[in-house]
């Protein structure tokens, strides 16, 4: 299946998992490219939400990144909404780290 | 499965919610599609006594949910287009929101929000039943955007009470559901339960609606349905999308998670495939406010 990864976090040698997906379903790189920083560029500047690249762990530091430069408000509300909740502690910070990757894409689109 | 609701429940029930009754023909409809043998044509004719009813069916399979791109411009042409079932889900959806058109009686949920939520809970039910390959993948999305209902019937139709359970929510922050069973001593999923009984609404809508909260305890057989909706509702609000009356998420089961064989990147996937098609949605909002 690939991790998705916004396309600001794309690196050189990064290999696509699946085709990119761009809003519009259109399919503009082949499977199995490596990528190359010309290419990172012409993604980029296709205004995609989401490039499918290869590997798990690509997945969980991306979800790093993302949680690291996401805004305070954002953190807070994440905090917070878990109260409720009773999984492990290393569940629910996984869960965390996927609600501030959408809330700060969600954000970015209001 | 229904949920086997007390009589002292039901009594509160009959105290707390002013049923609203569905107009004449979507009533007739709605039992016409209850029967095994009823034609579609049938079903056509009757709809077509109530031209607000398929102004509204068909401005929403002229969304761009269905996809479609020619205008559908009648009913039968609906009909041949769509196939029955996917026609059913629609006149069901146009059904239900029929009785909150309007929103003259709104006593100042954020009815908005609501269906901002409630529309992602129904793209994300979605990509879900799509993700695992369910036969009726459009119905998951009704499913999804109904899944509340009983919130919003409350709002309308129990407002002496709700305009208790708001205000306590917001002061002692906490999740709806808990005001609403601190003031009135039940929640929404049951107000969805009966009403959606009494309308004549087909298991497995019931299903979702009364037992979203408590996928564990279920054993019915709509247990995949009810368990894509009860996740589609945790990750709704795990992302932020919209309102469902409160800033927490749901408490669910892991084993829900498990049982629908959902990791943590599948869901990555399924949100992310929802939300895509959250813009083409959007339309569902304008068809809800009438």
Redesign the interface.
């Known amino acids: 299946?690939g991790?998705?990864i916004a396309p600001r976090w794309l690196e050189e040698g990064m290999r696509l998992a699946a085709d990119v997906?761009t809003?519009d379903g259109a399919v503009m790189f082949p499977k199995g490219k490596e990528l190359a920083r010309e290419d990172i560029e012409n993604i980029r500047a296709m205004d995609v939400?989401?490039v499918v690249v290869e590997g798990?762990d690509i997945?969980f530091n991306v979800l790093k990144k993302e949680a690291e430069i996401a805004s305070d408000e954002?953190k807070r509300?994440?905090e917070?909404?878990?109260?409720?909740?009773?999984?492990s502690p290393k569940?629910t910070e996984?869960?965390k780290l996927?609600?501030i990757?959408?809330?700060s894409?969600?954000a970015t689109k209001s | 499965m229904a949920r086997t609701i007390p009589v002292h429940i039901k009594q509160k029930f009959e105290q707390v919610v002013n049923v609203p009754t569905l107009p004449k023909v979507l009533s007739k409809v709605i039992s016409m599609l209850g029967e095994p043998r009823v034609s579609a044509r049938e079903v056509a004719k009757v709809i077509s006594q109530d031209q607000a009813l398929v102004s509204r069916i068909l401005r929403i399979v002229n969304s761009a949910f269905y996809g479609f791109p020619r205008q559908i411009k009648t009913i039968d042409h609906a009909l041949v287009i769509l196939g029955f079932n996917r026609l059913k889900a629609a006149i069901f959806t146009a059904s239900v929101l029929e009785v909150f058109k309007n929103g003259q009686n709104n006593i100042g949920f954020d009815v908005n929000g609501f269906w901002e939520h409630s529309i992602g809970v129904g793209v994300i039910s979605k990509a879900l039943a799509k993700h695992l390959r369910l036969p009726n993948v459009e119905e998951h999305f009704i499913f999804g955007l109904l899944h509340d209902v009983g919130k919003l019937i409350l709002d309308y139709y129990g407002k002496e009470f709700y305009e208790k359970v708001l205000p306590l929510q917001k002061e002692k922050d906490i999740p709806l559901r808990e005001a609403e069973l601190e003031i009135i001593g039940f929640d929404h999923s049951i107000v969805g339960s009966i009403v959606f009984e009494k309308w004549n609404l087909p298991y497995d809508m019931i299903d979702v609606v009364t037992w979203h909260h408590d996928v564990i305890n279920y054993n019915g057989k709509f247990l995949q349905s009810v368990g894509i909706v009860a996740v589609a509702d945790f990750l709704t609000r795990l992302i932020g999308l919209g309102f469902g009356g409160d800033n927490f998420i749901p408490p669910l089961h892991k084993n829900v998670f498990s049982m629908l064989n959902l990791d943590l990147m599948t869901m990555d996937y399924i949100i992310s495939e929802g939300i895509s098609q959250l813009d083409s949605m959007r339309d569902f909002l304008d068809i809800i406010r009438g």
């Open positions: 299946m991790s998705r997906v809003d939400s989401w798990d997945f954002i509300a994440i917070k909404a878990f109260k409720y909740c009773s999984f569940e996984q869960f996927l609600g990757k959408y809330r894409f969600l």
